[in-house]
Each structure stands twice: as C-alpha cells, then as structure tokens.
T-cell receptor, first 112, second 116 residues
Framework: KQEVTQIPAALSVPEGENLVLNCSFTDSAIYNLQWFRQDPGKGLTSLLLIQSSQREQTSGRLNASLDKSSGRSTLYIAASQPGDSATYLCAVVTGANSKLTFGKGITLSVRP | GAGVSQSPSNKVTEKGKDVELRCDPISGHTALYWYRQSLGQGLEFLIYFQGNSAPDKSGLPSDRFSAERTGGSVSTLTIQRTQQEDSAVYLC??????????????FGPGTRLTVL
C-alpha cells in the first residue's frame, strides 16, 4: 500500500528565504506526482505535476523535483512571500485508476 | 471554461439524516473522483468514476455511502443516516481521462459537512 509522508508538519520562515518542502513515498512505481496548495477553508490548487519519466517541473518561483527510485520529491520555493503561507500537499498516482494518495501536508507560514 | 464546482459549500445536518453532495466536473472531463478530508486523517480517496461507471469504490467507508454519476457529468455523493464521524470536507476532482494515470486532477472548493 502506498504511503506518502511529509515532514515537518509545519514550518515558519522569514520573508525572502528560499525553502524546500520534502515529500517521500514508499512505492516507487508511480505514474505521476502532484504538488497542491490549500488555503484555509478552501479547495486544492494544483501547483505542479511531474510525470514519472520527468525529473523536475518549474512554474515561476516554484520548482519541483522527483527522484522516483528513492521515493522522494522536493518543492523548492524561491524568495518566499507572506502570500505563500498555506498548506502544501504532495500526492502520487500509483494504480491504474489514477486515484491520488496524499501526504498530510506541510503548513507553511512566511513571516513579514 | 469553468472549473470544478461543488454544492452546497457548507452543510449542517443532524445525526441520522441523509445528505446529498453535488459535484460538477470540468466540461469534457470523463474521470471524476471524490475524496474526503477530515482532521487527523488527511485526504482520503472515496470513489472514482470513468464516465457513468464506478470501477473503483474501494474508499467508501461504509454502505451508508453511495455515489452516482449521470450523463457523464454531474455526480452526487449520498450519505445515509449520517454520523458525527462523517463530519469532514468532501472534495471532488476531475481529469481528462481516468484511463490514463498521467492526467492532472483538478479540484473543486469542497463541501464542508458538519453532523451535529
């Protein structure tokens, strides 16, 4: 059974810092990995999707990498801003029915 | 076009009542998913539709939960005889084609269910 872990559960950084959010998964036979952002009381916003054949994806200040063989992904946020404060969730697709298995998320607080 | 929409956004009900939650996927998306997000449990898969059929119902927690999808579009998740442990945010997602596991899933804003 696939398990996704995100540690730590919470992170607080000063504005302007570059930071890395970690995600690990137990079954390396994934089809893809998605990073999501969730604001309090809101749904999920997809940030980046990495296919199993890819090593990284970039969007603006965000860069996600994937090391499938070691079961790890990282989300790099450059020059963090208070508006980046949210919960960041990592999820993988393992089976043929393409359902997502989620980590419990990392709650990020960027201090002005 | 529009994203995934869900209604109602909030639902408060009494224990033992039935509730229906609705999801409108992105137009043209054949795959639809229901997930549940509860405190301490994180986000859990409930059911997956490809068109109007549900090839994977493995996440439904009990026989009080059922879902249907009509016309390959709107889906309804029904919870009968609600219990307090059903309180959670119910999220719906859609993707272009669930038969390809490479497609991105897009989520709706969710329905917050509170069972008193």
């Amino acid at each position: 059974k696939q398990e996704v872990t995100q540690i730590p559960a919470a992170l607080s950084v000063p504005e302007g810092e570059n930071l890395v959010l970690n995600c690990s998964f137990t079954d390396s036979a994934i089809y893809n990995l998605q990073w999501f952002r969730q604001d309090p009381g809101k749904g999920l916003t997809s940030l980046l999707l990495i296919q199993s054949s890819q090593r990284e994806q970039t969007s603006g200040r965000l860069n996600a990498s994937l090391d499938k063989s070691s079961g790890r992904s990282t989300l790099y946020i450059a020059a963090s801003q208070p508006g980046d404060s949210a919960t960041y969730l990592c999820a993988v697709v393992t089976g043929a029915n393409s359902k997502l298995t989620f980590g419990k998320g990392i709650t990020l607080s960027v201090r002005p | 076009g529009a994203g995934v929409s869900q209604s109602p956004s909030n639902k408060v009900t009494e224990k033992g009542k039935d509730v229906e939650l609705r999801c409108d996927p992105i137009s043209g998306h054949t795959a639809l998913y229901w997930y549940r997000q509860s405190l301490g449990q994180g986000l859990e898969f409930l059911i997956y539709f490809q068109g109007n059929s549900a090839p994977d119902k493995s996440g439904l927690p009990s026989d009080r939960f059922s879902a249907e999808r009509t016309g390959g579009s709107v889906s309804t998740l029904t919870i009968q005889r609600t219990q307090q442990e059903d309180s959670a945010v119910y999220l719906c997602a859609s993707s272009l084609d669930g038969k390809s596991s490479y497609n991105e899933q897009f989520f709706g804003p969710g329905t917050r269910l509170t069972v008193l």
